[in-house]
């Protein structure tokens, strides 16, 4: 028992909590529509590495990532950005200056391809503090809604209707 409570201590000891990730998307969505997911961290630690995926589902896609350039800068050699249809990711070390306050770690630009009623974004972000020891941030599926359209009734014209059209086009009416 005593080394239960022993290893209970030292993972809270060096599992600590740096904020959070502000994530905002939009409450809703259609096919064609771009958005952005904001990577703002909300830090309270002196921090000096961080990682963050984001991994989106097939009917998403992502089009663009533009990370901060102040802290491309800071990391140099050590800042990595890595894009795919449906991944992101964005790590960085500071090692000669720890971030010590919230910070925005980039902006990624989204756009629906295709509808689906049960889309979840899956985020997840962690840090390192100067010790080496990691800090939890965000680990969370977000769902988003995709209005489905409706079909006005003028786009279900019948190919009869479609016929018709044509020819009164034709004899000039």
Known sequence: MR?????ILLFTLTSVY??????????DVKVGDEFNIALNVENNQSIVGFECEVRVPYNLKIVNFSGNDSIKKMAGKYYQERITNNSCTVKFVVFDNP???DFYAGNITVRVVKYNNNTHIKISSKCSDEDGNGVNVFNEDMKLKIKKEEITKSEKKGILEIIIDFIKRLLGE
Not at 18 to 27: E, K, S
């Open 3 to 7: 080394y239960l409570k022993l290893a």
């Open 18 to 27: 740096a904020g959070g990730l502000n994530i905002q998307i939009p409450d």
């Open 99 to 101: 971030i010590k306050s």
